[in-house]
């Protein structure tokens, strides 16, 4: 397991839990892998053992390294962002892997949702929530926290984005079985079904309780009800931009050995 869990959380306001990376080189290979457009593999070998990887194609890589590499070295917010996603939803699939999770985007700066999750109760196939993630690697997470996810979560509760939430929503459960795809749209959009959550990037700052309360300060402000409907993730980095540079050499290299392997 690439990445393990402890639980965070302050009382009625929020909670969620603190990542920490068990080994780099598993981890960069799964990026790899999501780089090369292996994603519903990577999904397969979180939660199941004992099938074989696909191949990947040399035609693929020119596209894997271009998620992989900053433009600019001295600017390598997109990439690193990129990254941080996909390990966003490698963490998801790990800690409620019966969840539908939208795939990782595969272009840097995406527009859309940073991630969307769907729980569906496994025995009546209803809608239990839906889940939408702000996912954010930054040197500044309380500034993040407070001037834009807050924005972006009160948007969401006011239905400024319904109609692409909706989009989102069905493309993901249409590949789910037994499922009223009509009606569990319905559900989400009309009903308080929504939950949210984000994972970020911490600095020394926000490492324990006291810190990570204040990082999340105001959660439940912009979206009242239930601790459920409020998830804080964090993943403590001292250098959080050197880590992701020797993170993504790392998948780049373990990219070009995969399609070498085939060639």
């Not at 997109?78 to 699939?93: E, K, T, Y």
């Not at 500044?140 to 400024?160: H, L, T, Y």
């Not at 984005?161 to 749209?185: C, M, Q, Y």
């Not at 959550?197 to 300060?217: C, M, P, S, Y």
Request: charge should be negative; hydrophobic fraction near 40%.
């Amino acid at each position: 397991m690439p990445i393990t869990f402890s639980a965070i959380s302050n009382k009625d306001d929020w909670a969620g839990s603190s990542w920490t990376i068990a080994k780099d080189d598993d981890l960069a290979e799964l990026i790899a892998r999501v780089a090369l457009g292996q994603s519903r593999y990577v999904r397969r070998v979180l939660k199941e053992t004992g099938f074989a990887a696909p191949d990947p194609k040399e035609t693929e890589l020119s596209g894997a390294l271009k998620l992989l590499t900053a433009n600019d070295p001295k600017k390598p917010w997109h990439r690193d962002g990129w990254m941080f996603q996909v390990i966003s939803w490698i963490a998801a699939n790990l800690q409620d892997p019966e969840n539908l999770i939208a795939p990782p985007h595969m272009i840097h700066a995406h527009k859309g949702f940073d991630g969307i999750h769907v729980r569906v109760d496994p025995k009546t196939h209803q809608i239990i929530s839906v889940v939408i993630c702000e996912e954010k690697a930054t040197d500044n997470a309380r500034k993040m926290v407070r001037d834009r996810i807050w924005k972006e979560f009160k948007g969401m509760q006011s239905g400024e984005r319904d109609n692409e939430l909706a989009a989102e929503i069905t493309r993901l459960l249409e590949t789910a079985k037994g499922i009223d795809v009509d009606e569990a749209v319905e559900t989400v959009i009309w009903k308080n079904a929504r939950h949210y959550r984000i994972a970020i990037t911490i600095d020394d700052n926000h490492v324990d309780a006291e810190g990570q309360k204040e990082l999340f300060d105001g959660f439940s402000a912009v979206v009242g009800g239930e601790v459920g409907r409020r998830r804080g993730e964090v993943l403590h980095l001292g250098n959080m931009r050197a880590w992701m540079a020797e993170l993504a050499d790392n998948a780049v290299e373990r990219a070009k050995v995969m399609v070498a392997a085939n060639v």
